[in-house]
Structures are given as structure tokens and as C-alpha cells.
């Protein structure tokens, strides 16, 4: 390393404005997130942030390439290490500590997992990969969900520092060179600008996580960064202060106009950045006298705020979360009001006492702050392996409490009960009894309740979640007889119960399975923001029913959950809530209409109950027994259950109902016997379903 690049990082004027504009990007982020009505869009305040951390770090790099000549990529780092690993740290372990004491083991072993991957800055795509799952969509949000912002951020980091460098070397000087640091800049600016507006379009819940189409909003800071001060120091105040207030308008605008609807970044994202642009321009000619706006957002208390806003972006989501997912239902005015408190005072601490203490480059010089990474992740590791097992101590799995069983259900004397002739259906019954008496949750669950939501059907090559177009015969592939299965992801769930059917009867099993993709003929919107319509599900839906009418098979089994809450027409529109009840009705006699003339013999298999809540939650919360956890089915999923009863009684379709192999006198448990029957609100275990291929076989009639 050369001596110029172990020089003290260059000073930039301080600017208080900014610390106002952090100020107002914190306060809507968390104004958003408590539910303040009037500001539903204030999740831009994450793209103001973005913009604000491209202008101040390029600014940075940009003095010190005028100062050596060159980029110091260790001091760089050292840098950012300083600034955001010990409050990150502290957080994040603090969070897993709280999840540990007031959430339930299986949120623990979740958010061990979050940790894992927030500490490598690699949250993003955890959380992306998470959101698109279709399985995982039930799942609360984690307490370390806002960490995906700091991983976009660093990834941004991890190549731009390196880019300016090799820019500089290209050019073959020692000072800045402008116009080719300005060309690259617009050109990778525009690129991520168009990538973010294409994907989201194509793939929002992907896109809204994404470095790639986040990266113009920190390039555009890097940009405004490049230019601003020759630009803004020709400006009068009078023109610098209407820059700055229709800055300011474009980001109320956004947080106003914009909801959890909105198609978001794309093109919305333009309307915050854009503003948040303008503000940083407006205040960069380095004037004596500045207008009345940008005077505004440098008060003392915009300054405290925005001093403590990073901090406050940390605290405020595990708190509201945590608390919330305490508490099991929303906050309220006054609960929410003493988390924000809360919060405060958090943030307070943890700048005075480790953000302004770590930040110092005397007490830890280059060498040292580039040690704070491993030590970072050390110390997140030790508290995930803590984490870890104590999760699996406080979920019970490590006691010795006994299953339920025909002679043992939590009553002193089982033969007072008379349970049915069916062993399925008596364990049921059982199972229900148990939970009403409070029995304890038995200790050794099948399959494990820690890791019950990956529990999830095989579907080989054939996985039509990705727009496969493959044949895969199953069950008996070499057998004369066929049974297709059509519909969503609840007719996926009941393929071990078909492949053993399909094995031991010689039956070839096909799954025309997609999830989100409701059998009822009638077009539905994406489960995204904005609903839009989702023609990849009519198209899989006519091809799969093309393939029924080409194999001709002795069985159909219709299954499925209800459609998404929003349908089209045949002419595009959306239908009116009023309608969407008589639309699927009609999809579902449309389908087994066409089904009489394809098949030799359809049956339709009512969808299951469903839970309002998750059952693996409820069975490793503190203090919960069997009783804690039996639900009523939910009302919504009986309607929709009914809707298609209803379509096959009108075309004459015979109806398997399972309701009884799941629930007892209205009321299902979360533990049958030793096994868990769902993994998550409303699809079965691989095992439960498995276990039901007997029951199945002599309800449809098979031999």
C-alpha cells in the first residue's frame, strides 16, 4: 500500500440538511411500518436512503481521488465497517436474544436463520427467494427483514469502489477523471433503471429485493455526487430553495399516493429518488446564505433524528414485529406509540454508546476496523448456534411427553369415550378429546416441528410452479391405468398419498399440479402487488387439460384451495368483489363439465380446513398445550370448499370429503397421534397425507 493511501480519509463539509433528509427518510420508513394511515407509501423512505448513501460515499471517494490520485479499497472498507457493523451486530443479536424470549422456538430457528444470512449481506436474496416460495408466503415477516437494504447496499459497494479505481487507472492521471467517471455512471445508472423497471414488471416481489434493480437509485446519488457542486453554486438561493421543495414534494407525493400495492421500485421508485436528488442538489453549492427549506431540514431536531437514523432504522422493525407477533394480533395506537418510544430510546443509546465510539479512526485505524467483519460474524454465529439449541430445548422435542393414542388421550378413563370404528377417524377424535383436556404436546413429532414448513411433495421434473411443459408418470409408470390429479398447490400436497396408491394398486399418477393456480376455470391475478393478471395460469390450465383428454384416464381428482381474491373476465376486467364467488362457482361446473367428455371418471376431492394461524408457531410457544392450538376451520376456506361442492353436485361429480380425517366435531387439531397433519396453515404434511393413501383408496373406490 503506498503511502498516499494510508493518509486520513479526505473531510467533507458537513451539511445539516442531509441529516434532515435522513431524518425525514427514517421517520417515514418507520410512519409506514407503525401504520400511520396517511402515509402508506412511506416505505420510500429505504430509496431516500439509498440515494443519500450514493452521493456522501461517492463524494467521499471522489475527494480522495482528487487528493491521491488513487482509491484506497482497505481504507474504504474500513470505513464502512466502522459505520455499520456494531450497530448491526448489536441488533441483530439482540434480536435473536428477544425472538428467544417472547417468540415461539420456530420463529427462533427462523430468525437464526435471517442472522446467518444478514451477516454475510446476502439478506436480500434469502428474503427474495423467500418471498416468491409460494410455500413460505403464509410465513410472518421476519425481524431481520429490513436487513435486505444493508445487502443491497453492500453489494453496490462491493463493485463500485472497485470500478471508480479501474476508471482511474484507465485514465492515467492523478486527478478525477469527470467525463469518463460521468459516461460510465449514466450508463450503469440507466441500465439498472430499465432492469428495475422490466422486473418488476415480469417479477416485483423479486425486484423489490434486488441489488440490480436497486443500483440506479445508489448511482444516481453517485451521479448528483459527480456534478452537484458546480452545478448548484450558479444557482440563486431563491432557485435552490424551489429545487429543494419540489424534492421534498416528490417524496411526500410517494409517501402519500403509494401503498403496499404499488408495483414497486420500477417506475414509482423514480418519483422518491428523483426528489431525494433534488434535495442533495439544492443544498450543494456550499453558499453562506441557504434558502428557508434547506434551513428547515437542518434544525436541531431533524439534525438529532437524522444523527440517530441509522440506528432507529435498526431497532424500529425488530421491535414492532417482535411485539406484534407477542401480543398475536396488531398493536394499536397506544402500544404501537410506546414501541416507537421504545425505539427512541434504543436508538439514543446505541449511537452515543457504540455507533459514535466505533466510528472513531484513531481508536480503530484500518487494520483494526477491517477485523470488526470476522469478529462480526463470530459473534452473530456463536448467538445462532445458541439460538439453535435453545430452540430446540424450548420446542419440546428434548422431553420425554408421550403421544396420543387410542388409550391414551388425556382422560383418566378413555372407555367413557366411544370413539368411531375407524382407526383414522378414532385418532381424530382422540386427538381432539387431547386437546381439550389440555394434554401436553408429545415430544418426539413427526416430521420435526423445527423444520415442518420444508416439508414439502416431490415433484421431479415436473415442477409447473417454473412453467414446465414435461410428462412425469408416477405411482406404477408402467401400468395401463391412469390417475391424473389437477389443481393448486393443495393438490399437490396429496402426492405421496397418490404415488403409494399409484405403486401398490398399479395406477400410472400424473400431477397437474401449479401452486397459486386454482382448478376453477376462471383467470386470476398474481399474488404481487397490484394483482395484474396471470395468463402463465390459464395457459398451464389448457394444457393440462389437453394432456387429460390425450391420456384418457380411468380417474381425475379435482382438489384445490380457492382462487386468488382477485379474477378476470373473459374480457380482461377485474370482477367485482360482489362477483368472485359466482365466478369461481361457474369456473368449477366449466371444468367438470369439460372433465365429463375427457375422462372416464372425475372426482372431486374437497380441500381440507384451513387455520388462521400457523400450527408449528402455536406447538413451541412457551407455556402451550395441545388445547393452545386446536382451531376452528376457517371460515373463508369452508366457503371456498363449499363453492366447488356445489359446481359438482350441479354437473353430478362425485365429492370425497376429508374433512373427517382432519377435524372432529368442528374442531381440528394440530397433533394427531405423533404426526403434525399440516405444515403450515392449510397444506398437509408429505407424512399426514402419506398416511391417508389407505383412506383414500376405499373413499374413491380403487382396487
Known amino acids: 500500500m503506498s503511502e498516499a493511501s494510508t493518509r486520513p480519509a479526505p473531510t467533507l463539509r458537513h451539511r445539516d440538511d442531509i441529516q434532515g433528509l435522513r431524518a425525514i427518510a427514517v421517520l417515514t420508513v418507520i410512519a409506514s411500518h407503525a401504520s400511520v394511515p396517511f402515509l402508506p407509501g412511506g416505505f420510500v423512505g429505504v430509496d431516500v436512503f439509498f440515494v443519500i448513501s450514493g452521493f456522501l460515499i461517492s463524494q467521499l471517494l471522489y475527494r480522495e481521488v482528487e487528493r491521491s490520485g488513487r482509491v484506497s479499497i482497505a481504507g474504504f472498507y474500513a470505513r464502512r465497517a466502522r459505520r455499520i457493523l456494531p450497530a448491526a451486530t448489536l441488533v441483530t443479536v439482540a434480536t435473536i436474544v428477544a425472538s428467544a424470549i417472547w417468540l415461539s422456538a420456530i420463529d427462533l430457528v427462523e430468525v437464526v436463520k435471517d442472522a446467518l444470512w444478514a451477516v454475510f449481506f446476502a439478506a436480500n436474496i ?12 403464509e410465513e410472518p415477516p421476519s425481524p431481520l427483514q429490513h436487513y435486505w437494504s444493508l445487502s443491497v447496499e453492500e453489494q453496490f459497494y462491493l463493485v463500485w469502489p472497485a470500478l471508480l479505481l479501474v476508471l482511474v487507472l484507465l485514465a492515467r492521471r492523478r486527478a478525477l477523471p469527470t467525463r469518463l467517471v460521468l459516461g460510465v455512471l449514466v450508463v450503469v445508472t440507466a441500465a439498472s433503471f430499465v432492469w428495475s423497471v422490466v422486473s418488476t414488471a415480469s417479477d416485483p416481489l423479486a425486484a423489490y429485493f434486488s441489488t440490480p434493480a436497486r443500483a440506479f437509485e445508489l448511482g444516481l446519488g453517485a451521479l448528483v455526487a459527480l456534478v452537484a457542486s458546480r452545478v448548484a453554486a450558479g444557482w440563486s438561493r431563491a432557485v435552490r430553495g424551489l429545487v429543494c421543495s419540489a424534492g421534498l414534494l416528490l417524496i411526500l407525493l410517494a409517501c402519500v399516493a403509494y401503498d403496499d400495492q404499488t408495483a414497486f421500485p420500477g417506475w414509482a421508485a423514480a418519483v422518491p429518488v428523483v426528489g431525494s436528488a433534488l434535495v442533495l442538489l439544492a443544498g450543494a453549492g456550499g453558499q453562506a446564505e441557504q434558502p428557508l427549506p434547506v434551513r428547515a431540514l437542518g434544525v436541531l431536531p431533524m439534525r438529532t433524528v437524522g444523527d440517530w437514523s441509522y440506528s432507529l432504522y435498526l431497532w424500529h422493525w425488530p421491535v414492532l414485529i417482535i411485539a406484534e407477533r407477542k401480543l398475536g394480533h396488531g398493536l394499536g395506537f397506544w402500544r404501537t406509540l410506546l414501541c416507537v418510544a421504545v425505539v427512541f430510546v434504543l436508538s439514543a443509546v446505541t449511537y452515543r454508546f457504540v455507533e459514535q465510539p466505533f466510528r472513531s479512526p484513531r481508536r480503530f485505524p484500518t487494520r483494526r476496523a477491517l477485523a470488526l467483519y470476522p469478529a462480526a460474524v463470530a459473534v452473530v454465529a456463536a448467538g445462532a448456534v445458541g439460538g439453535h439449541y435453545y430452540s430446540e430445548y424450548a420446542s419440546g422435542a428434548l422431553g420425554d411427553n408421550p403421544p396420543i393414542s387410542l388409550t391414551n388421550f388425556g382422560v383418566k378413563d378413555p372407555s367413557k369415550f366411544k370413539l368411531d370404528k375407524d382407526k383414522t377417524v378414532a385418532l381424530v377424535q382422540a386427538s381432539v378429546i387431547a386437546a381439550r383436556h389440555h394434554m401436553a404436546i408429545p415430544s418426539d413429532l413427526e416430521p420435526d416441528v423445527l423444520t415442518v414448513r ?33 389443481g393448486n398447490s393443495h393438490a399437490r400436497m396429496w402426492i405421496p398419498a397418490f404415488d403409494q396408491i399409484g405403486a401398490e394398486l398399479g395406477y400410472r399418477t400424473y400431477y397437474f399440479v401449479k401452486p397459486n393456480c386454482s382448478a376453477t376455470l376462471v383467470s386470476v391475478g398474481e399474488l404481487v402487488p397490484g394483482s395484474p393478471l396471470w395468463p402463465e395460469c390459464d395457459a398451464f390450465r389448457a394444457w393440462a387439460l389437453d394432456q387429460v383428454a390425450a391420456l384418457d384416464p380411468d380417474l381425475v381428482v379435482v382438489t384445490s384451495s380457492g382462487p386468488n381474491p382477485v379474477l378476470y373476465d373473459d374480457d380482461g376486467n377485474r370482477i367485482p368483489k360482489d362477483g368472485i364467488d359466482a365466478a369461481a362457482r361457474e369456473g368449477y361446473v366449466d371444468l367438470f363439465t369439460r372433465l365429463s367428455t375427457t375422462a372416464q371418471r372425475t372426482v372431486l376431492l374437497r380441500d381440507v380446513p384451513k387455520s388462521e394461524n400457523l400450527p ?9 398445550d395441545l388445547g393452545d392450538c386446536l382451531f376452528t376451520p376457517l371460515p373463508a376456506s369452508v366457503v371456498d370448499a363449499n363453492l366447488s361442492v356445489e359446481a359438482a353436485d350441479e354437473t353430478g361429480t362425485e365429492v370425497v370429503d376429508p374433512t373427517k380425517w382432519l377435524c372432529w366435531d368442528d374442531a381440528c387439531p394440530t397433533v394427531i397421534g405423533d404426526v403434525l397433519p399440516y405444515r403450515d396453515r392449510g397444506h398437509l404434511t408429505t407424512v399426514y397425507a402419506a398416511s391417508l393413501a389407505d383412506e383414500l383408496t376405499r373413499a374413491l373406490g380403487l382396487s
Open 616 to 624: 408449528d408457531e402455536c406447538l413451541t410457544k412457551k407455556g402451550n
Open 454 to 486: 420444508d416439508d414439502e411433495p416431490d415433484v421431479g421434473e415436473c415442477n409447473y410452479e417454473k412453467d414446465s411443459r414435461e410428462l412425469c408418470p408416477r405411482g406404477d409408470p408402467g401400468a395401463d391405468r391412469t390417475i391424473v390429479v389437477f
Open 126 to 137: 434469502h428474503f427474495a427467494a423467500v418471498g416468491t416460495d409460494y410455500f413460505a408466503a
